[in-house]
């Protein structure tokens, strides 16, 4: 079942983009635009969401937290927060 996902440019502006539940670091480096040879870095966690941001990127995403790895399900789960909560999650963390 797909997610949705909150990314957050460096204007503040926020677009919501469908991800699987279960996405792959190449899923998500898509999702935000970038290329091959780009990773994508975890910048914290606040609750139940994460921030990622590619390799010299502004953009951020801001997706449900990642499953323990001992966890019977492997899935996150739907970003169901505001944009403006997205906006200031994405800018507490650098």
């Given at each position: 079942?797909?997610?949705?996902?909150?990314?957050?440019?460096g204007a503040k502006n926020v677009k919501?983009?469908?991800l699987p539940d279960d996405p792959s670091?190449?899923?998500?480096?898509d999702a935000i635009g970038g290329g091959?040879?780009?990773?994508?870095?975890?910048?914290?966690?606040?609750?139940?969401?994460?921030?990622l941001r590619l390799t010299g990127g502004v953009d951020k995403l801001v997706i449900g937290k990642a499953p323990q790895?001992?966890?019977?399900?492997?899935?996150r789960?739907?970003?169901t927060i505001s944009?403006?909560?997205a906006v200031?999650?994405?800018a507490s963390f650098s």
């Open positions: 079942m797909p997610i949705e996902a909150k990314i957050v440019d919501t983009v469908t670091d190449r899923e998500m480096i091959p040879g780009v990773d994508i870095h975890h910048l914290s966690q606040s609750g139940d969401y994460e921030v790895i001992s966890a019977p399900v492997k899935k789960i739907t970003c944009d403006a909560h200031n999650l994405a």
